[in-house]
C-alpha cells in the first residue's frame, strides 16, 4: 500500500513546479519581469494555503475518505494545469496556476493520513517515504525541462496527465489501513485545537522554521546556480541550472527515507534537529560557493537538497503522534496550511534579495528558519513537555 500510495502521490505532484520549471519559456512569451515570474509558483503556494485553510475548517480529510479526497485533488490539479497552456494573458496564467494549488491541498495532507493509517511504530519511516515521494514529483518537471527541447505548453500537458493517473492509481488500488480513525462529527473548532497542546505546538513552530527555507530553496536553486554559470560565461547555464535543481529536488527524497528511518530509532526531533542544522549550514555556504565550479555547486546543492526536506515527514509525525486521533487529518492540515503561507513570503523575499543584492547573496535571507527550527525542536525534547 505503501508503494501504491507512494507512486500515485509522486504522480500527483508533478504539476507544482511544472510552471516554475518551464518558467523562462512562460516569461519570455508574456514578457514578464522577474517579480511577475515569482507569481508562477508563488500561486501555487497561496491556492494551497487557500485550499488547507478550507479543508481545515471543513475537518475535510476527517469527514469523507481521504483517498477520494486524494484523487478529486489530482484530477483537479490536472485540469487546472493543463488550462494554463490555453491561457492568452499571464493573469489568466497566474489564476490557473492558483486553482493548481487550491486542487493540491487536496492531495498532501489526505496522503499522510492515508499513510499514517497504515501504519504506527513505524510511521516516521513510512511519511518519509511517502514524503520522498512527493519530492521526486515535485522535482520532475525540471528532469524533463533539462532533457527536452519540447515546448513549455507539451511539459505541462503531461505533468497534467501524470497526475490524473496518480488520482486514478489511489482509487483503483489503495485501501484503508488498520490504524485510520472512523470519519469524525463536524467540529468548527477543530482547527484551532490542534493548538491547545503544548507539544503539537512546537512540532508546528519547527515546521515553520524548515518552511521558510524548503520552497524558497526549491524555487530559485536552480536559477542559483545558473546565475553562477552566467557569471563564468557558460553558454548552457539555463540547462546546467534546471539540472542542477533536479538533482537538488531529488536528492531530498533519499534525505527523507533515510531520516524517515533513523528517526524511528533515535527520535523524530532529534534528527529533524540534525537535518535543519545542516540545511542552515548549506545556505550559509552558497555565497562562497557562488564562484565555484559546477561541480563544487552542485555537490552542494546535493547536500542542501538532501538535508533541507529530510526533516519535513518528522514534523508530520510529531503532529499527528500528539494530536487528538479523531482529527489528525485536520492537524496535518492546518499544520500545512501555516507552512505554505510562510512560502509566499520566503519566496518572494529571496526573490527580491537577488534583484537587490544578486543570487550570490539572496540564500542568505534563508537562515533564521532553521536555526528557530532547531530551538523549537530542543525545546520538544525536553522531557516535561514530551508528553500531554
Given amino acids: 500500500m505503501l508503494a501504491l500510495l507512494g507512486l500515485a502521490e509522486l504522480l500527483g505532484m508533478t504539476p507544482w513546479f511544472a510552471g516554475t520549471a518551464v518558467s523562462p519559456g512562460i516569461a519570455a512569451e508574456f514578457h514578464l519581469t522577474g517579480a511577475q515570474e515569482a507569481w508562477l509558483t508563488m500561486a501555487v503556494q497561496g491556492g494551497f494555503v487557500a485550499g488547507t485553510l478550507v479543508s481545515a475548517l471543513l475537518n475535510l480529510s476527517d469527514l469523507v475518505n481521504p483517498r477520494w ?10 485540469v487546472s494545469n493543463a488550462l494554463v497552456t490555453t491561457s492568452p494573458s499571464p493573469v489568466e496564467v497566474v489564476a490557473w496556476r492558483f486553482a493548481t494549488g487550491l486542487a493540491l491541498a487536496l492531495v498532501y495532507p489526505p ?7 497504515w501504519f504506527k511504530a513505524r510511521r516516521g519511516a513510512a511519511l518519509g517515504i511517502l514524503i520522498g515521494c512527493l519530492t521526486l514529483g515535485k522535482a520532475f518537471p525540471y528532469l ?3 532533457m527536452s527541447d519540447g515546448s513549455w505548453r507539451s511539459l505541462m500537458q503531461l505533468s497534467s496527465w501524470l497526475s490524473a493517473a496518480g488520482g486514478v492509481l489511489v482509487l ?3 485501501r484503508d489501513g488498520p490504524f485510520v480513525a472512523t470519519s469524525a462529527p463536524f467540529n468548527p473548532s477543530a482547527a484551532l485545537s ?9 512540532g508546528v513552530l519547527g515546521y515553520l522554521g524548515h518552511m521558510w527555507e524548503l520552497y524558497a530553496m526549491w ?3 536552480g536559477l542559483y546556480v545558473a546565475a553562477a554559470l552566467t557569471m563564468q560565461g557558460r553558454q548552457d547555464a539555463a540547462r546546467l541550472g534546471a539540472l542542477a535543481a533536479f538533482v537538488g529536488i531529488g536528492a531530498g527524497a533519499a534525505g527523507c527515507v533515510v531520516a524517515g528511518f533513523y528517526a524511528d530509532r533515535v527520535g523524530r526531533a532529534r534528527v529533524a534537529a540534525w537535518a535543519m542544522m545542516t540545511s542552515a549550514t548549506c545556505a550559509a555556504l552558497t555565497a562562497a560557493a557562488f564562484h565555484a565550479p559546477y561541480a563544487v555547486l552542485l555537490g552542494l546543492v546535493a547536500i542542501w537538497g538532501f538535508s533541507v526536506v529530510a526533516d519535513s515527514a518528522q514534523f508530520s509525525a510529531i503532529v499527528s503522534d500528539t494530536s487528538a486521533e479523531d482529527y489528525v487529518g485536520t492537524a496535518l492540515t492546518v499544520q500545512t496550511c501555516l507552512g505554505f503561507l510562510l512560502t509566499m513570503v520566503s519566496i518572494r523575499l529571496t526573490s527580491a534579495v537577488a534583484g537587490w ?3 550570490q547573496w539572496a540564500f542568505l535571507l534563508l537562515l533564521p528558519g532553521p536555526v528557530l527550527g532547531v530551538q523549537a525542536m530542543m525545546a520538544f525534547m525536553k522531557p516535561r513537555i514530551t508528553r500531554e
Avoid at 69 to 78: H, R, Y
Wanted: proline residues 0%; aromatic residues 10%.
Fill in 194 to 202: 490542534v493548538f491547545t497542546k503544548r507539544g503539537t505546538r512546537l
Fill in 144 to 146: 524533463l525541462t533539462a
Fill in 219 to 221: 524555487t530559485w536553486v
Fill in 357 to 359: 543584492l544578486g543570487w
Fill in 111 to 117: 496522503a499522510m493520513k492515508i499513510a499514517a493509517g
Fill in 69 to 78: 479526497v486524494f484523487a478529486a485533488g489530482c484530477l483537479g490539479a490536472a
Fill in 172 to 174: 483503483v488500488t489503495v
